[in-house]
């Protein structure tokens, strides 16, 4: 099993900057990629951005400009920077660690708060 802890959320101001933190443990030599996911009040869990062990990185549309996920496998973390944060992107936000070879599994962490207001 891999466990996966959030943190690095909480309030920020419009325009301002955050960086969220997710420490992977457990059986982490299962994990292929990781990814971050969102979700606002009202609306479904949607992709922010994904890296595999490779490096190579998959951001959704209209995320890239202002999202920037990044990866130290040496101490098993993923990272995702926030830059010019607005309002819409309050969201609880997800860690994500997936196994793409073998047997499929995935993993999710408890998910953190983000919240942009003045």
């Known amino acids: 099993q891999v466990q996966l802890v959030e943190s690095g959320g909480g309030l920020v101001q419009p325009g301002g900057s955050l960086r969220l933190s997710c420490a992977a443990s457990g059986s982490i030599f299962s994990i292929s990629t990781m990814a971050w996911y969102r979700q606002a009040p009202g609306k479904q869990r949607e992709l922010v951005a994904g890296?595999?062990?490779?490096?190579?990185?998959n951001y959704a549309d209209s995320m890239k400009e202002r999202f920037t996920i990044s990866r130290d496998n040496a101490k098993n973390m993923v990272y995702l920077q926030m830059d010019s944060r607005k309002p819409e992107d309050t969201a609880v936000y997800y860690c994500?660690?997936?196994?793409?070879?073998?047997?499929?599994?995935?993993?999710w962490g408890q998910g953190i708060q983000v919240t942009v207001s003045s």
């Open positions: 994500n660690a997936r196994r793409n070879y073998g047997r499929y599994d995935e993993w």
């Open positions: 890296m595999a062990p490779s490096g190579t990185t």
